[in-house]
């Protein structure tokens, strides 16, 4: 008899989304995306940071004060890093990501041909950029999913 208390689809992807966000240096907000074919096949995964090739010393990490001396206009978004390290054509895709994308991001999402997002946190719903990606999404048909936080247990089995 099989083992009954395996990770489902959603609890596997978004794991992976989560372990990807444990790559960002960011301080403050750590966001992991995973990209997955029809045939649940990952093809892309991102976190936030910097873009390739600049040093994470040297730039700011900060998310208060003049906005060049902040991480804002620095940092590229996981949903991004995840479709620019895709490796097969995006169309019909699910994107997991551990926090709801911004209206910047969305664009990028519906551009690439993304068919359903599943997300955990929604922490900046009240804000106009989710409130604007909530808009666009909806009108592409893009389905939107929140699930509940991952927990994952190991569990020793029986050999």
């Excluded at 960011?26 to 649940?40: E, H, M, R, Y």
Aim: hydrophobic letters at 35%; a neutral charge; proline letters at 6%.
């Amino acid at each position: 008899m099989k083992r009954q208390s395996y990770l489902s689809w959603d609890d596997y992807f978004m794991g992976v989304a989560l372990l990807s966000a444990q790559r960002s240096k960011d301080p403050n907000t750590q966001v992991g995306a995973c990209l997955v074919n029809p045939s649940k096949r990952i093809i892309g995964i991102g976190y936030n940071g910097l873009p390739t090739g600049l040093s994470d010393e040297a730039y700011p990490w900060n998310n208060e004060g003049d906005f060049l001396a902040t991480k804002y206009p620095y940092v590229v978004h996981a949903e991004p890093n995840a479709i620019l390290n895709s490796t097969a054509p995006l169309q019909g895709a699910t994107l997991y990501v551990t926090l709801f994308p911004c209206h910047e991001c969305s664009k990028l999402i519906i551009q690439s041909g993304v068919k359903e997002i599943v997300y955990i946190e929604d922490k900046y719903q009240e804000k106009a950029s989710s409130i604007a990606s909530k808009r666009m999404l909806t009108d592409v048909g893009i389905l939107l999913r929140q699930m509940p936080a991952l927990r994952v247990t190991c569990s020793k089995t029986d050999a």
